[in-house]
């Protein structure tokens, strides 16, 4: 029998004609109903839905049938879109609804102020409210009534049911007046009210959509720093293309000023490139030829030429763009509180406002059929599942775009929101705590010999190394203006060291067993071997001989090379400050016992496990975690790969390899752990701003329901009109994204 198990694959749509939590709840249960799909999650801030889904089944296409059948409309992006340029497409999708919905709320707004202070015979103000529910309201009674036609109500279908009964009534009053005379109901009218909530609805929107741009301006930020034009060069000169048009290979010009158009290899020049926008790195950083250059990056100094290495979607701006997409699409687990509440919300409105009615019919004295009218319409209007769909998603585009300005890549509202949750964060040594490359620390010299001198010689000797201490020698020689001299009659051995010509004079460089294979004594350096190993620097003999073709010369040692792979400058404080934070810190790390405690003894960190394989530190996250730790895993390397993805938050290091960061929930842009820190603070500020949101969304339709339905009214007279609830039910969600924008300063 042949059978095989089908991987599950991911697919988004764009779905239009949401506008409540509601219309997001109801989207999501009718894709998650739909034969085949997994997992459904549906984002009302960006209008996206994120459907996993058994290929052998079901697709894309065939899933926007089930989104049209409850009446909104669904499509799949264009596959060759990328990033950058679906960002684009957003931002101005999102500035033409903006635009829209602020002439609908200005002309109705204004209409309403006229209908209030302009005294005109009531057929003229049946006439002006005509005009506001056909015009500016329509949107509402369409898509509310076709809501109800699908049996999914929501916000457009209270206030079609609100102000609709409004306005029928006056308008019942307005022709057949003698109709409520004979029965004793006073003959008013609440055109005005139409029109005014409709208005304060419109306004509240608007106010929404404008707080949407806000919320996801860190996004539109990035996708905007890929320049639209560019230079390159060719064999007949320099033109202009669009970004859009370079092709990998190809050699673009950048003069001072301008922005990279994609990423890059200098093949000629030297400039500094300002990273801050994707970095968060405040200082500039300089490029060479040899060295990559990002996409979206200012180049400030100098005129230089590159070649184009990624572009189009797999460069490192649209990849990051498409992260935070993700991310921003994405949902927190606290998502699914206000989710749930959503999905029964509305149509427990509509029953509250038909007892409100009847309840104000049975109990009421005179004038209680209008009055209950009224009580029931306040009812339909200040309800507001609208917070309660925007308490989440608007706390993580902010919390997002902000962790982006400081360097750091979320991936997704759960990582944003288990961050907060750290206890202990876990770090691996090489690459995250140290810099990950050796570096000269240490130069002694035998009497007469100068340090410049060893430099010079074992720099000379190596410089046509690739060997990461040679590189490492020659680095350090460079940086103090040592020059170097070409080597001649060069002779190396793996594991050892090399032995060449330099100035005519023989030197040998390398470790103690290549010294003893030359014959030197290296008991005299002892001390210094010493003292060297034990703050753990890797020791290079540097040797000389006057006569180096003569095999019976006696090699001298010149001085000796301390190499180390040196913490990072902002190690030791960034740890202390996830201490202060009350977050225990623990190093892991595959090195030595020696080299790993003198490493922790000056980053400030107590608790180390050295010597560990990779499974040994997937066992270590997993006994920290069983020790009831909420575990973060710091790391850069293949080896850490395992480890990352047992933590519950994986973080992978800026500069670190493409299987560290695949494996990570949240990337660092900046090469240090100051973006650690950034994470978790600012998960913490969002998991309060969520919890913040939902009490006040929860707690403002608990209070503000029955106080519109007149709860107050037998003992103190108080009743909400439908104006006043309207005013409140935008003011509500209005709130509740103001709070969330407020992670724009963690």
């Known amino acids: 029998m042949d059978s095989h198990v089908v991987t599950p694959e991911t697919a988004d749509l764009n779905v239009t004609g949401m506008t409540c939590a509601a219309c997001q709840a109801n989207v999501q249960r009718a894709l998650a109903r739909a034969p085949g799909v997994v997992d459904a999650s549906v984002n009302l801030m960006t209008g996206q839905a994120r459907v996993v889904f058994d290929p052998a089944v079901t697709g894309p296409a ?71 529910v056909a015009w500016v309201g329509r949107p509402f009674y369409v898509n509310g009534v076709r809501a109800l ?56 929107r608007t106010l929404e959509a404008r707080a949407r741009q806000q919320s996801a301006a860190a996004l539109g930020r990035l996708a905007a720093l890929q320049p639209s034009l560019a230079t390159i060069v060719t064999e007949s000169g320099e033109r202009q293309v669009k970004t859009e048009d370079i092709t990998p290979g190809q050699v673009f010009l950048l003069r001072p000023g301008e922005r990279v158009p994609v990423d890059g290899e200098v093949i000629s020049g030297t400039t500094t490139v300002d990273q801050s926008m994707l970095t968060g790195e405040s200082m500039p950083v300089t490029r060479r030829t040899g060295e990559r250059l990002t996409g979206g990056t200012v180049n400030l100094t100098g005129a230089v030429r590159a070649r184009a290495t990624t572009v189009g979607p797999d460069s490192t701006l649209a990849q990051i763009v498409r992260l935070m997409r993700d991310a921003q699409a994405s949902r927190a687990p606290l998502q699914q509180l206000a989710d749930g509440v959503s999905l029964v919300f509305v149509p427990t409105v509509m029953v509250i406002s038909a007892v409100t009615w009847v309840a ?88 007469g010999v100068t340090e410049a001198e060893v430099l010079h010689l074992a720099a000379s000797v190596e410089h046509h190394s690739e060997h990461p201490l040679a590189r490492a020698t020659v680095t350090a020689a460079r940086q103090a203006e040592v020059a170097l001299a070409e080597p001649t009659d060069f002779v190396t051995e793996a594991g050892l060291g090399v032995q060449a010509v330099v100035n005519g004079k023989g030197v040998l460089v390398g470790n103690e067993a290549w010294m003893h294979s030359h014959g030197i004594d290296v008991v005299p350096w002892k001390e210094s071997v010493h003292d060297l190993a034990t703050r753990a620097r890797t020791v290079t003999f540097v040797a000389t001989a006057d006569q180096p073709g003569d095999r019976a010369v006696t090699w001298r040692i010149a001085g000796l090379v301390g190499l180390a792979d040196p913490i990072r400058e902002t190690s030791a404080a960034i740890i202390a400050t996830l201490r202060r934070d009350g977050i225990d810190v623990v190093m892991l790390t595959g090195d030595r016992a020696a080299t790993a405690d003198e490493v922790a003894r000056q980053a400030g ?53 493409d299987v560290a960061l695949d494996a990570a929930d949240i990337a660092l842009l900046r090469s240090d752990l100051s973006g650690v820190v950034s994470a978790i603070r600012i998960s913490k500020a969002t998991i309060r701003v969520m919890k913040q949101n939902l009490f006040w969304a929860f707690a ?28 409140a039910m935008a003011l509500s969600s209005v709130s509740v994204v103001s709070n969330s924008l407020r992670l724009r300063r963690a």
């Open 62 to 132: 065939a899933l926007i049938p089930y989104v049209e059948a409850i009446g909104y409309g669904a499509e799949i992006p264009p596959p060759e879109q990328s990033a950058i340029a679906a960002q684009q497409s957003r931002d101005e999708h999102e500035t033409i609804a903006y635009r829209s919905l602020r002439l609908r709320a200005g002309g109705s707004f204004g209409l309403g102020l006229i209908a209030m202070a302009v005294p005109m015979p009531t057929v003229w103000l049946f006439a002006l409210t005509v005009l506001v």
């Open 149 to 204: 036609i699908h049996r999914v109500p929501d916000m457009n279908t209270l206030v079609a049911i609100g102000t609709g009964s409004a306005f029928l009534y006056s308008t019942a009053v307005t022709f057949w007046p003698e109709w409520f005379i004979r029965a004793g109901v006073a003959a008013d009218v609440y055109f005005e009210a139409v029109i005014i909530i409709i208005s304060l609805v419109l306004v509240g």
């Open 360 to 447: 104000w019919l049975l109990l009421g004295g005179t004038g209680s059929a209008v009055q209950g009218m009224a009580a029931a319409v306040a009812v339909l209007i200040i309800a507001c599942p609208c917070a309660m769909g925007l308490a989440v998603p608007t706390a993580v585009m902010v919390a997002t775009g902000r962790a982006s300005e400081l360097g750091v890549l979320i991936k997704g509202g759960e990582a944003l929101q288990r961050a907060g949750e750290v206890t202990t964060v876990v770090l691996d040594k090489t690459g995250t705590i140290t810099t990950g490359m050796p570096a000269v620390t240490d130069l002694r010299a035998a009497a």
């Open 605 to 657: 960190v107590d608790s180390v496990v050295s010597e560990v394989m990779p499974a040994g530190k997937v066992s270590e996250v997993r006994r920290l975690q069983d020790a009831g730790a909420v575990v973060a895993m710091v790391g850069d390397g293949i080896n850490d790969a395992p480890a990352l993805a047992q933590a519950d938050v994986g973080i992978a290091m800026g500069g670190g390899t």
């Open 700 to 727: 403002y339709n608990v209070i503000s329901i029955p106080l519109a339905a007149g709860v107050l009214y037998p003992a103190y007279g108080i009743l909400l009109s439908p104006m006043v609830a309207s005013a």
